[in-house]
């Protein structure tokens, strides 16, 4: 019996990349770049990179006028905390070996916070390695000066909520009270970063 060979086809669901594919890997490639150079403009990321190349005492002067809550991005305040741990507790220099090793103490710990001794790790190094001038007293003043603006929002958007719930009067005029209270308080560190930020 004489078999007669098939004839070779191609493949019907080919397994090389196709020209779509393609086009989401690049598509993807050129978002994370852009996220980067992003990332890289940030105040915050600028900021925390600066303390970590700062003296312990270096470091204890800007800590005096930069507070947690002056910081919005997630990781970047909880770096800060660890800092402010390292500078203040523990008496040491706030390096990136030093942050991974507080992390790495922390361990689980961490998991309420969504954040992994590695995730922090691996953060860090971005940020030390981001290439940037270290301008410390430049990006405080930013980094605190964004935070002076958020409250200003934040304050408004709640003043209106509760005047349009007809509040009562007394109530818009205790949150209007300790809103000026604290932007004051903000303000006197802002003037304070901006004159160093000069010298």
Not at 98 to 117: E, I, Q
Request: aromatic share 6%.
């Amino acid at each position: 019996m004489t078999r007669t060979a098939r004839p070779i086809r191609r493949s019907e669901h080919p397994t090389g990349p196709t020209e779509a594919g393609l086009g989401d890997v690049l598509a993807e490639i050129s978002a994370d770049a852009d996220r980067r150079t992003h990332a890289a403009m940030s105040p915050e990321w600028n900021f925390i990179a600066a303390l970590l190349n700062l003296t312990r005492e270096e470091a204890v002067e800007v800590l005096a006028l930069v507070h947690a809550d002056d910081l919005a991005d997630h990781l970047s305040k909880s770096v800060f905390v660890m800092i402010r741990i390292i500078v203040e507790q523990r008496g040491e220099q706030p390096t990136p070996q030093a942050v991974a090793a507080l992390a790495r103490g922390l361990g689980d710990k961490l998991a309420p916070l969504m954040l992994s001794a590695d995730r922090i790790a691996l953060w860090v190094a971005g940020v030390y390695s981001l290439g940037n001038p270290i301008t410390t007293w430049s990006s405080a003043r930013q980094v605190v000066e964004d935070a002076y603006r958020r409250r200003f929002a934040l304050i408004g958007t709640r003043m209106t909520q509760m005047a349009d719930a007809y509040a009562p009067i007394p109530d818009l005029e205790e949150l209007a009270g300790d809103a000026r209270r604290d932007w004051y308080t903000v303000r006197s560190r802002l003037i304070t970063l901006t004159t160093r930020a000069r010298q």
